[in-house]
C-alpha cells in the first residue's frame, strides 16, 4: 500500500484528499474497506467547511496508514516473489509464536489428515532461495477456502520447518504456495517425510495472519495464543519434502543489459549441475540440451511470463542507510502505477546511461520521506544483483561466471564497471562480445544451422541495424564460412560504426506522449469548435514524408509546426516539472503527475498499437463497454491530469477525454523521426553504393516491430534483401532476444566445438580531430580527423605543477562535439625507464621521450585500438629523471548519458 506522508496530503486539495480516503476505505465508497465511524462518514457528507474536513480526513488516513503499517500483513506476489511489509522485522519472533500455537493446538486437539484437500506430491526446497509462482507448488481444496492464508510445513517431530502463504489462482479449487527463504528453516535430515497444516479463511473476517503478528509483540503471549487456538481448526496433508544446497555451476550467465529491458539467460546441458531439479524440468522452467531465458512476472492483471524485464528502480525503503530496499522491473512498475504514476519515492529509469558518470551520488528517497545519498555504482550492482538472483532461483544454480554485453564503443567502461561492483563473480573479458557483434553472431549462426550460407569460404557482408528501448546500433561486418575437418570455421571482421545513442523506442514514446497532449489540451478548450488533427500538426502528406526530410536534410523542419503546438499546450497541461521545483508542492506534484501519467499511456498505447496486428484505434475509459473488433479500450482505474484555469491555478480533472487515436495518425506522427534515423545510418553507403555489397541486412531489436523501419530501409535497398519478422505479438520480444541469443551461442559454440569461430575487430578510424591549446592561446591539433586508432599520436608540453589541460574534439567539418579535461595529481607519477615506455606504448618514441624538456611535462594523447576513445599519458622530465602519471582514457562518444525523458524537461 502506498503510504502518505501528512506533508503530501497537506500539499493536496480537498478533492484529492477526499477521493485517497475513498480509495483507502477510510470513508464510505463504494467498495470500502475501513470505516472509522458512521457518524464521521456522516460529517464528511454536510460539513461545508472544505478547510476543517480536510484536515479531519488527513488525520484519519494517518491513523489508517499506522494501524495497517503496525498490524497487517502485505503480501505482494511480484514476479512471482514474496515481499513482506518492510516495516515489519520480526520473523523470529513471528515463528516462534507460530510454533507455540501448534504446539497449544496439538496439545488439545488431534489432527487428522484431510482428503478434501490434495497438494503437490513433492516439493524440492532450496535453502538458499525462495520459493515462487514460478516452482508452481499447488493445493486443491473444493471443500475449504485457504485463499490469503499460511501454511505451516511441520517435521516428523512436529517442529515448524517453514510458513508459506497461500495464493488463489485462476485454476477452480487451486491454489499457489510460495514463501519467503527467510520463512524456511529446514535442517537437515534424511527423513523428508513432513506434514502441511492448513486452516480455514473464515468469512466472519477472523485474520489468523493479523492476529499472530499482534500477539508476536504481545506481553501476554500465552494467554493470546490459548485465544488463537480456540479460534483456529487445522486440517493437515502428508507431503515429500526434498531439502537441497544450491549447486555452484561451471555454466556462464549472459545478460543483455539494456537501457529499457534487460534480458538474461545461458545454454542448459545435462551436467550443468549433478542434481536437475525434476520440479522445474516438468514445469518448463529449465529446458535441457538447450538456450533458457529467464522468466519475469508482469505483476499486473494478466501477470504474464516475459522474456525481458525493464530496466527501472524504484527505492521502497532507505531508512537504513546498511540496509536500503529497493524495487526492480515489474514490481518497480507496479509500485509506480499504485502512486497513480507520481510516487513520492525515488524511481530510475535508464540506468544504462550512466557509464561515463558512473562515480557521481544520486539522493534518494523513499515514500516514507527518508533520504540518503548512494553511489550510482551502488544502484547498478543491486540491479545487477537482482537479475543473477532470478536466473538462480529459475535454473536451481549458483553462478559464478558471467558475460554481460556492451555497446562497442564503451565496451571497456563497461567491463571494468562489472569487474568493479560483481568482484564475486568472474567477468569474461577476454572473449567477450559487444552487443553489435553478438546480433551479427546471431544471424549468421542462423545461416550455419539452416545451411544457407552460400559457397564454401566465400566472403559476404551483413549489416545489422538493432533500435532498442533507448538507443539504435549500426553493426557490420565481413565473414566466410567453412566446412573445417572437425567444426564449421567463421571468420568474421567487425568494424566501428557510428550509431544513434540518443535514438530508440523511448523517442516514439515521447512523439506519441506529445501529440497526446495536444489533442487534450485542444480538446479542453475547442470542445464545440475546431478541433486539431495530425494533418494540421504535420502538413506533409504521409506518402511524402521521406521526400521532405531527404529534401530539407533533416527531420525537425517536418516537426516545425507539431513542436509550437505542443509548446501552446504546456500552457494548459504542464508536464515540465523541473520547472516547478520553486513552486509550492501540490503544483509540483500535479505537473509531475502529467508527465509520467501521459507517459505510461503513451507506452501502453505505442505496444497496443504495435504489437497487435488487428489493432487500428484506441480509447481511454474505465471499463471495456467501448471496445470493437479493431478498437482497444485502455481501462485505467482512473483519469487524472491537471489543467491551468483562468487563474493560473492547476485543477484536476478526471473526465475521461473521447478522444480515438488510430493507427494511421500514429505512424504519419513517427515516419520522419525514424526515416531519418535509417537515412543518417545508410545514405552515405547507398551514395558509394556500398550497401550493394551486403548479402544479409537484418532488423533487430524492441522496436524494429514498427513497420517503418522495413519500410524506411526499403528506400535502399530492395525488400527481399531484409530480415525482417514481424508476424506475431512474440516478435517484440525475440527482436530483443538476438543479441542475447547471440552470446550463448558464441559460448555455447567455442564449448561444444562445432563451430571455431574467430572474432577480429578491425582497427577503426577516427572521424573526428582532437586539439588543445598552448599557452598563448593558440589551438595545436594534435590527433588528425580520418586517423587509424593504432596511428594516432600526439602531445603538447606544460610546466611542472600544472593542474588541467582541456582537449577539443572536432568533426571534420570543424565543428566542437565534446570537450575533455585532464586533471593532474603529482602524487601519481612513477618513475620508469624508456625503455619500459616505449615498450608499453609502441606509439611513443625514444627520441620523443629524450626530447623533453628538463622541468617538464609532455602530455601525449594516444587512440585507443580496441574502443572508441583515446588515452591521455603524462610524461615528466624532471632533474633529468623520467616519469609517468596516471594514464586516463576518455571516451569519443558519452551521448549515452546527455538525453534523458525523465529529467523534468520535456
Request: hydrophobic share 35%; net charge positive; aromatic share 14%.
Given at each position: 500500500m502506498y503510504l502518505y506522508t501528512r506533508e503530501e496530503l497537506d500539499s493536496l486539495s480537498y478533492e484529492e484528499v477526499r477521493e485517497i480516503a475513498i480509495d483507502l476505505g477510510v470513508i464510505l465508497g463504494s467498495n470500502p474497506k475501513y470505516v472509522s465511524s458512521p457518524l464521521l462518514n456522516a460529517f464528511y457528507n454536510i460539513n461545508n467547511n472544505t478547510i476543517t474536513m480536510k484536515k479531519t480526513l488527513i488525520e484519519d488516513i494517518l491513523d489508517y496508514q499506522k494501524e495497517f503499517n503496525e498490524t497487517s500483513l502485505e503480501i505482494f506476489q511480484s514476479g512471482g516473489e514474496v515481499m513482506q511489509d518492510t516495516e515489519i522485522n520480526n520473523e523470529i519472533d513471528l515463528f516462534d509464536c507460530a510454533q507455540n500455537l501448534i504446539n497449544i493446538y496439538i496439545a488439545n486437539n488431534d489432527i487428522i489428515e484431510d482428503k478434501n484437500i490434495g497438494i503437490t506430491a513433492k516439493i524440492t526446497l532450496y535453502k538458499e532461495l525462495d520459493i515462487t509462482l514460478k516452482d508452481n507448488y499447488r493445493a486443491f481444496s473444493s471443500r475449504h477456502n485457504i485463499e490469503g492464508t499460511w501454511a505451516f510445513v511441520l517435521d516428523e517431530n512436529k517442529q515448524l520447518c517453514g510458513i508459506l502463504d497461500v495464493i488463489k489462482t485462476d485454476e477452480e479449487d487451486g491454489y499457489c504456495l510460495i514463501a519467503d527463504k527467510n520463512r524456511l528453516v529446514f535442517k537437515d535430515s534424511k527423513n523428508k517425510d513432513y506434514f502441511i497444516l492448513f486452516y480455514e479463511n473464515k468469512s466472519n473476517g477472523t485474520n489468523i495472519m493479523k492476529l499472530l503478528y499482534e500477539t508476536s509483540l504481545s506481553e501476554e503471549l500465552d494467554k493470546d495464543l490459548i485465544n488463537i487456538s480456540n479460534m483456529i481448526e487445522f486440517f493437515g496433508v502428508a507431503v515429500e519434502v526434498d531439502v537441497r544446497e544450491l549447486e555452484e555451476t561451471q555454466t556462464t550467465l549472459c545478460i543483455d543489459f539494456g537501457t529499457t529491458n534487460t534480458t538474461v539467460g545461458c545454454y542448459i546441458d545435462e551436467h550443468y549441475v549433478k542434481k536437475i531439479s525434476n520440479n522445474d524440468l516438468l514445469n518448463g522452467n529449465i529446458v535441457?540440451?538447450?538456450?533458457?531465458?529467464?522468466?519475469?512476472?508482469?505483476?499486473?492483471?494478466?501477470?504474464?511470463?516475459?522474456?525481458?524485464?525493464?530496466?527501472?528502480?524504484?527505492?521502497?525503503?532507505?531508512?537504513?542507510?546498511?540496509?536500503?530496499?529497493?524495487?526492480?522491473?515489474?514490481?518497480?512498475?507496479?509500485?509506480?502505477?499504485?502512486?497513480?504514476?507520481?510516487?513520492?519515492?525515488?524511481?530510475?529509469?535508464?540506468?544504462?546511461?550512466?557509464?561515463?558518470?558512473?562515480?557521481?551520488?544520486?539522493?534518494?528517497?523513499?515514500?516514507?520521506?527518508?533520504?540518503?545519498?548512494?553511489?550510482?555504482?551502488?544502484?547498478?550492482?543491486?540491479?545487477?544483483?537482482?537479475?543473477?538472483?532470478?536466473?538462480?532461483?529459475?535454473?536451481?544454480?549458483?553462478?559464478?561466471?558471467?558475460?554481460?554485453?556492451?555497446?562497442?564503443?564503451?565496451?571497456?567502461?563497461?567491463?571494468?564497471?562489472?569487474?568493479?561492483?560483481?568482484?564475486?563473480?568472474?567477468?569474461?573479458?577476454?572473449?567477450a562480445l559487444d552487443e553489435g557483434v553478438a546480433v551479427l553472431y546471431d544471424t549468421i549462426s542462423e545461416k550455419i544451422e539452416s545451411g544457407n550460407y552460400g559457397e564454401n569460404g566465400e566472403i559476404k557482408k551483413a549489416l545489422v541495424i538493432d533500435c532498442g528501448g533507448g538507443t539504435t546500433d549500426l553493426a557490420s561486418c565481413k565473414f566466410s564460412i567453412k566446412e573445417g575437418e572437425y567444426s564449421y570455421l567463421l571468420d568474421m571482421y567487425t568494424s566501428f560504426e557510428n550509431g544513434d545513442t540518443n535514438f530508440g523506442g523511448n523517442n516514439i514514446t515521447y512523439r506519441i506522449m506529445q501529440y497526446m497532449k495536444i489533442l487534450f489540451a485542444n480538446n479542453h478548450i475547442s470542445r464545440d469548435g475546431k478541433k486539431l488533427d495530425i494533418d494540421t500538426l504535420i502538413p506533409v502528406q504521409s506518402d511524402d514524408i521521406f521526400r521532405s526530410v531527404d529534401n530539407k536534410k533533416n527531420a525537425s523542419e517536418i516537426y516545425e509546426a507539431f513542436e509550437k503546438h505542443y509548446e501552446e499546450a504546456e500552457k494548459l497541461i504542464p508536464t515540465k516539472y523541473k520547472l516547478y521545483e520553486n513552486k509550492e508542492l501540490e503544483e509540483y506534484n500535479k505537473v509531475r503527475n502529467n508527465f509520467y501519467f501521459l507517459w505510461e499511456i503513451a507506452e501502453d498505447m505505442k505496444k497496443q498499437f504495435f504489437e497487435k496486428t488487428n489493432m487500428l484505434r484506441n480509447a481511454f475509459s474505465n471499463s471495456k463497454n467501448l471496445e470493437d473488433l479493431d478498437l482497444n479500450v485502455t481501462v485505467l482505474d482512473k483519469w487524472q491530469l491537471a489543467y491551468v484555469n483562468g487563474s493560473g491555478k492547476l485543477d484536476i480533472v478526471t473526465e475521461f477525454p473521447k478522444i480515438i487515436f488510430n493507427i494511421k495518425e500514429i505512424n504519419k506522427l513517427i515516419k520522419a523521426d525514424i526515416y531519418e534515423v535509417i537515412r543518417n545510418f545508410l545514405d552515405d553507403l547507398y551514395n558509394k553504393q556500398i550497401l550493394t555489397e551486403y548479402t544479409t541486412i537484418k532488423l533487430t531489436g524492441q522496436s524494429c516491430k514498427i513497420g517503418i523501419f522495413k519500410e524506411a530501409l526499403k528506400e535502399f535497398v530492395p525488400g527481399k534483401a531484409i530480415k525482417y519478422k514481424p508476424s506475431s505479438e512474440e516478435d517484440t520480444t525475440e527482436l530483443k532476444l538476438a543479441c542475447l541469443k547471440g552470446v550463448i551461442k558464441y559460448i555455447n559454440s567455442k564449448k561444444q566445438g562445432d563451430i571455431t569461430p574467430n572474432i577480429v575487430n578491425e582497427i577503426p578510424v577516427i572521424p573526428y580531430s582532437l586539439s588543445s591549446q598552448n599557452f598563448k592561446g593558440k589551438e595545436i591539433e594534435l590527433i588528425k580527423a580520418k586517423t587509424r586508432a593504432d596511428e594516432a599520436i600526439g602531445s603538447i608540453g606544460k610546466p611542472i605543477g600544472f593542474n588541467e589541460v582541456k582537449f577539443l574534439l572536432k568533426d571534420a567539418d570543424g565543428q566542437e562535439r565534446d570537450s575533455y579535461k585532464y586533471f593532474n595529481k603529482d602524487s601519481a607519477y612513477k618513475e620508469i625507464s624508456v625503455g619500459d615506455i616505449t615498450k608499453e606504448y609502441p606509439l611513443i618514441k625514444e627520441e620523443d621521450v629524450n626530447n623533453i624538456m628538463d622541468n617538464s611535462v609532455r602530455i601525449f594523447v594516444l587512440g585507443a585500438t580496441s574502443n572508441w576513445g583515446f588515452f591521455v599519458l603524462p610524461v615528466k622530465k624532471e632533474n633529468h629523471k623520467v616519469t609517468v602519471g596516471k594514464k586516463e582514457y576518455f571516451s569519443f562518444e558519452n551521448e549515452l548519458s546527455t538525453l534523458s525523458y525523465f529529467d523534468g524537461t520535456k
Open positions: 535441457k540440451d538447450d538456450i533458457n531465458f529467464v522468466d519475469f512476472y508482469t505483476d499486473d492483471e494478466k501477470n504474464k511470463k516475459m522474456k525481458m524485464v525493464p530496466t527501472v528502480v524504484y527505492v521502497l525503503n532507505c531508512k537504513d542507510e546498511s540496509n536500503i530496499q529497493f524495487l526492480f522491473g515489474y514490481k518497480a512498475q507496479k509500485a509506480i502505477k499504485q502512486a497513480n504514476y507520481c510516487p513520492k519515492a525515488t524511481v530510475f529509469y535508464g540506468i544504462k546511461r550512466w557509464i561515463n558518470n558512473i562515480n557521481e551520488i544520486e539522493i534518494i528517497r523513499d515514500n516514507n520521506g527518508n533520504k540518503q545519498e548512494v553511489s550510482r555504482k551502488y544502484i547498478i550492482k543491486k540491479y545487477m544483483e537482482y537479475i543473477i538472483y532470478s536466473a538462480e532461483q529459475q535454473f536451481k544454480c549458483k553462478f559464478r561466471n558471467l558475460h554481460l554485453t556492451s555497446p562497442v564503443k564503451l565496451k571497456d567502461q563497461f567491463l571494468a564497471l562489472f569487474e568493479d561492483i560483481l568482484p564475486q563473480y568472474k567477468i569474461e573479458k577476454n572473449n
